[in-house]
């Protein structure tokens, strides 16, 4: 390959050849123009290497070194104008080689990243390529948290107007690079977080910074500023704290810090500084994991180091990043002059060889200039240092120090703050501002503070605290200086101080390093040229490429070549090399300069073509090829010689081997001959002896056969005895078995016969001492002053109702005067409508005149817009102009702040603990969670059992109060307000929702209920006597209207003594039907007591005479009472039918106004025919229409709940406009029991395939609706506390149907999902139709709510749970353990564990068949799945548990055989929960125990191994529970040894090493509820369209 023409290859493989040669470290230099090929040429040079020096270990070492070439071009390349893939970065990568000159390891340095193209991006450029090709594959499912879209949305990567590209495929890039990451060991987990903070990058940049006042003195951010909220959610910090510091700043001073807000300008400027040094810190990231990937896994030999670097750049405007790139270059074309011009004339000298120097530039003044004793750089970082130091000064200081005393400085004539430097290439101007402010590279302060409060891993590794790596930061004093943050601690003092140094410090010194390392190697430089600068292929430009040849230092190095010596070595290897070709005289010499000396005249006859120097031995080109020539032809020549000899002596060697071989071959062939007739002859002998022996062993075996066959028979016909006999005994067995049942079952019996015998007679006994209780009792109720009592109530409540009709003719004379009051204000109003009408005219005129000023604005606008189209062109030449003045800037910024790039290399042991910490955290803050919800669960348990108890106390003391009121008391009030009562066999019976109701509040009198109706009649007076102000805030109603409704507030009235006279009549019935159950309360007191066992016989026989009068007596009075109540109710009636009568003249005479005042608008209309009057008097109109509407609808519904008469309410109906069904059903307040009854109490499910799940739940929610618009909180509380109790004791009074827990879970789970899906928060209205939407409360918040029915819905889980739990219980052990599954099991179990031959109550199949059932009654009802499987998982909890308990505590079920039957039966649960899709959830891992205990009794238990192997299998048992079965297991006779004493001794050992890490006690605690989490499901009903049964008979309620 070196005859070839110049290629990349060549150069790489002499490179490799002098390091494999000389064991000497090489290096490539690679130099050009931005798009010659530099990142190329470097790619094909390390592919060359991985090719010829491939690694030899596992890790594929040159598959990682080729892997880091996409992951740099990714976050390094970015297109500019001058190429598509621009490296906008140094780089040094330096391969490593062991002995055998394979790669073992690559390193990695960078140098000055562009930072400022992150923030900015001229004309036609792009930004890094990591950003496009995250918008590119912004559809993918992991992407979706990130908040990406196309690369136009965002103002980084918008800025250039170029987002694609022609020829490349950003989505397919980023898959390689993924792929180049994750070969380089940076997991997915990592690569979510770089991204995430690539993104959030991004979305910095789209935050919107808006003025807050017009001096644009401060700045904010809005609150829901979109941007904002991704970038804070991205990075983990408080969006407050990020929103503050983005807009502020802190102003230190010596003993205070005040906060100042910034500028939008400065806010900006903020803003991408911390975008570009987050990108910063996240390059050096990348290149420290791929450093530590590529790292050498041994000891390095040899390396070649491959430097791709920036090359010359001279734009209009220079600033800090061409300075230090034109500085970079200065300085490698001086280590070039260095190496090519000046050492190697300075070695002619020096070795005292003819020589005419050449003339070259040397750079090492231009380099003193800048990094020399106050030189340019020395300079920027004294001004950086002082307080008030600014650009302009730092250009004077210039001027003074090398204006006249360097030749390569010079001042430009225009300008005072810029400077001319001198380089190689020429002459480059740089202005001088913004200097200062690269070279510091701030950051604030307070923003890199946000980010280490960041809960991101990656994020406090990019910014660790300032203990761990201080960075500089901007602390702004009052005075507006800049000091630097020291870190807190000094473990790392040397790291800290780099940190501390300015921009030009670092680079100088990390320059400083590279020139040292590529002079420690042989340099081999490689000079791209770029053929032209449009990027076309197949042109060249010759030009352009002299220029760059000229710059590069190549036509001088030429010439030097061409009359140089290019070769060269000295005597001592001279003489090593070439030894070959001397003579013996000439070996003879003891100088070996001399000797080398003659054998050059001899062999080079032209004495020019080389020269012998002091110490080396100079060769032009071409001799050194001619001497290896020869060489090679004398080393041939002896080797053909040494062939010869060689030859000869293996041909003789073989001729030696073949004889003595012959001569082998005869002995041994002679011997055969003899060995086989000794052979022969034995044999003969032998055969002999075989015969006799042969024929002994037949007869012996045939006696052996004969004597087996008569054992066997003896033994089988022994065996069918003994078999005989062991039936004949246990048929024997089993019928002492079945009479012992029998007779069992027959004591039982006649005991439970003689029980009911007993407990009749006692019946009997206590029925006739109850007679003679009641008969004394009714003796007592004969008496006059009962009769006395009674009437007295009756006439009082007939003296009251006269009181009440007295008042209410008062109050209707008020509202007749009221009335008169009312139509005069109505005449006042009239008469301002009129005034209203005259100011509309005046109003209509002045927008006439508007009308004619906005044709002139019109004309004058017409003109402006001619004027614009003449400014528009002039603008548009001033646009082009400003483009080719922005595309100049663009070249300025592309090098712009690519600096920090050290900071990296101490946060990686920090990210490994903050990982295992995070972990941590976050397992522990999960346990919390759930212990928490268990906990809560638990206090819900112990109040249901607390609730419960109250009730049982305050049955107690409700029966306490109740028992004296037997006897009949004197002073008692009335029949119809006392509580006490009298016996009565014979009276009404009573109703089951009286009842009820009496049982659920028996400690409420009726003095409350009669309160609550004064409140609403009060409530409708109120309402009824404020005419006025009802009037005033509704503004314009009609006053006959409100007259209406004053007269239904009377109706009111008088329908709230109906009422009350009805509850009153309905108590009274209902405690003389609940004195026909007195053994209800008999039962709670003393026995003896209540029926009169104390008596004597006497008194017994005389009060069964007297029983029957007593009750006939009764129940006269009784009729008498009920009597007079329907004769007041029948006047109450007619007096309600006449007011009727008179409302529905009123309405009449209401309509007939109504019409009169259509009549009255319509002339209005048609004699102002203006379009606003029009409006207004529509807009008036509907105002008066909707409103009276509104308000007769409202009075309408409280007529609905308090009054029944149907009369009423078809007159009512008139009113109200027909409308469609909105899911709305009306219950009113006495209705409430009965919908409660029917809806809960006495709900059964429908058989219909098609009966919708939960209609209970959407029939109470569609009340609570009504409840809701009608804007009556009282009756959605009460209507809400009725649901709760009613399934409260729906629940309690089936507490044993599975069925019914499940049906009230189901529906209080519906109820709760509609409350939170139909209430305001949107949260909950996600997946809402727009009519569900429609659909949602208007008033309350109903989500308070939730908290009290998920209680309930707890409880019920439990209780669902506990009725599973005991259904299952009883199958547990009989169904998992003792039934046989496996056919032929139990007679591999140990005889002392064999049970008797006796069927198992349950098998599995009956198991399984339950657990079925329970599954299919969760489904019907269509619970949520997360519920239904955590109910599973509960159950074979238990299932678990009590298995596992009895293997604890049954010694004889721990075998071999036992554990095989045991693991069968839970791989058919987990089957069962496969074939309903279970197998994801939870449930399985609860059978773990059981399967890991199964897994035990199999296992081998003899060896160390073993007790491994146990150890590592039995992670979900504790210590206790392994010890417990190693020490209970029963090995098989004869098949098995038991267990000795130090396997379990080392077992327990090893476990007592492990750390628990599961429960510590033996038993499983079977008890145990497992928190239940009730999830959200958005139902897709429509409330609209429920079709409610009419078998439900809800014809009480109102469709609305």
Known sequence: MGNMDPHIFAVAEEAYKQMSRNNKNQSLIISGESGAGKTASAKYAMRYFATVGGSLSDTSMEEKVLASSPIMEAFGNARTTRNDNSSRFGKYVEICFNHEHRIVGAAMKTYL????????????ERNYHIFYQLCASAGLPEFQVLGLSRAESFHYTSQGQCAHLDAVDDAADLESTRNALLLLGIHESSQLELFSILASILHLGNIQLKVKNRYEESCSIEPDDEALGLFCTLLGVEKSQASRWLCYRKLVTASETYVKPMSRQQALNSRDALAKHLYGQLFKWVVNRINRALRASCRLHTSIGILDIYGFETFPVNSFEQFCINYANETLQQHFNLHVFKLEQEEYVKEEIPWSFIDFYDNQPCINLIEGRLGILDLLNEECKMPKGSDR???????????????????????????????????????????????????????????????????AELFPEEGDGSITLLSRRSQGSRVTIRPGRRSLPATDKEHRKPISTQFKASLHKLMETLSCTTPHYIRCIKPNDHKHPFEFDARRAVEQLRACGVLETIQISASGYPSRWTYEEFFSRYRALLRPEELSGSKEKQTCQLVLQRLLKDRSKYQCGRGKVFFQAGQVAFLEELRSRRLKAACVLVQTNIRGWLGRRRFLHVRATAICLQRYTRGFLARRLARRLRRTSAALTIQKNYRMVLARRSYCRIHGAAITIQAFARGMFTRRLYHQLVVSWKAVVIQSTVRGWLARTRYARVCRAVIYLQCCYRRMQARRELRRLRIEAKSVEHYKQLNKGMEIKVMQLQCKVDEQARENQSLSEQLSALRASHTKEVAQLHNKVQRLQEDKEQEKRIWELQEQLQHLEWEKSSSESRLGQEMEALRQRLTELEAVKSNLKEEKDALNQQIMEQSQDLEEQLCRRMVAESQELLGQLEGERARYQNLVKEYARLEQHCENLQDEIVFHKRTPSLRRSPSSDSILGSECSYPSSLSTAQSQEDAEQQSESPLQPLDQERGCWMQMSKWSRATSDSPSSSLTEEGGQDPYEKAYLLLLGQLNTVTEDLARTREELRRAKAQLAHERKPFEIFKRRNIAELLGLNKSPEKMAEGDAMMEEDLKYAYDAVQVSNKLLESQLQEQQQQHEQELEGLRLDIQSLKQLSKQQQSLIQDFQHNWAEDGLQHQLVQLKSENLVKAEAEANRKALWLEQKVKVETVERSLVVLQPARAFEGMLGCKAEDEGRLIRTVITDFKLLPSPEALPGLPAYILFMCLRYADAMHDEHLVNSLFTAAVNGIKRAVKKQSEDFEVAVLWLANTCCLINCLRQYSRDQSYQLANTPKQNQHCLRNFNLTSHCESLGDLAIHIYQQLIRIAQKKLKPMVVSAMLESETIPGLSSARPCSTRRPLVAPTYTLDSLLQQLSSFHAVLEQHQLAPAVVGQALRQLLFTISGVTLNYLLLRRDACSWSQGVQLRYNVSQLEEWLRARGLQQSSATE?????????????????TAEDADAICCLCTALSRLQVMKLLRAYTPAAGLEERISPSFISSVENRLAARSPAGPCQLLVDTAHLFPVHLPFSCSPVHLDEICIPDSLDLTFLTWV
């Open 113 to 124: 990243l562009e930072k400022s193209r992150v923030t900015f991006q001229a004309k036609a």
């Open 393 to 459: 000064s730092w250009a004077q200081k210039l001027y003074e120090k090398h204006l006249h005393h360097s030749p390569h400085f010079q001042k430009p004539k225009m300008s005072t703050d810029a400077f001319i430097v001198h380089h190689f290439a020429g002459k480059v101007e740089y202005q001088c501002s913004g200097f200062l402010e690269k070279n510091q590279d701030v950051v604030p302060a307070e923003l890199i503070g946000l980010l280490r409060a960041s809960k991101s891993v990656l994020l």
């Open 1486 to 1502: 609860v059978l773990q125990p059981l399967i890991q205990a199964a897994q035990l009794l199999q296992v081998k238990k003899a």
